[in-house]
């Protein structure tokens, strides 16, 4: 054998060894992080209320049977929408929408938003008509998002939109 063929197996061998250690300390390092986490791994995720509703979201049956000449009450409870209840926090008035979230920025002017009271910023925008300002106070405009970031119905927004124009008149 030559003298190279003798060092590439030398370093071959040696190569091999040291990848071996590698892997090896690296299942040992594994398995001991496994059994450290084992104790906490329950109680802090298997166990979290978070954790648990989801899992029984993600297992819950896709439809439920309804049979005829049954009491089927309980089906009713759950087939209504997640939202159904009443609305939380929805304005009843303009004044209440406009208090609640459009003074935030139409209040002090912040990112561009018209001023209440500033009759020259405000009167270009009143010409447009109220249904071009309705169409942008739902639809959103500039930096303003849709509903002003609220999720109200379209009726509530109308609402905010006119008490604001009777500010600016």
């Known amino acids: 054998m030559s003298q ?5 197996t030398q370093f071959f061998n040696s190569f091999s060894m040291v990848l071996g250690l590698l892997v090896a300390f690296a299942i040992v390092l594994f398995a ?22 989801n899992v ?16 089927n009450s309980a ?3 759950l087939n209504s929408p997640a939202g159904a209840g009443p609305a939380v926090n929805v304005p009843t008035t303009g004044e209440q929408a406009f208090t609640q979230l459009c003074s935030a920025c ?16 405000w009167a270009p925008r009143i010409a447009q008509g109220k249904e071009t300002l309705y169409k942008d106070a739902i639809a959103g405009k500039g930096n303003m998002p849709p509903k002003g970031g ?15 124009l009777t500010l600016n008149k």
């Open 4 to 8: 190279s063929e003798s060092s590439d």
């Open 32 to 53: 001991v992080a496994r059994s450290m986490g084992a104790d906490s791994q329950g109680a802090a995720v298997l166990l979290e209320p978070l954790h648990l509703a």
């Open 56 to 71: 029984q979201k993600n297992i819950a049956p896709f439809a439920q049977v309804a049979v005829a000449g049954k009491d």
């Open 75 to 77: 089906l009713a409870a």
């Open 106 to 121: 139409h209040a002090t002017g912040i990112n561009g938003a018209p001023k209440i009271g500033d009759h020259a910023a």
């Open 150 to 164: 609220a999720t109200w119905p379209d009726a509530t927004v109308r609402m905010a939109v006119d008490y604001m």
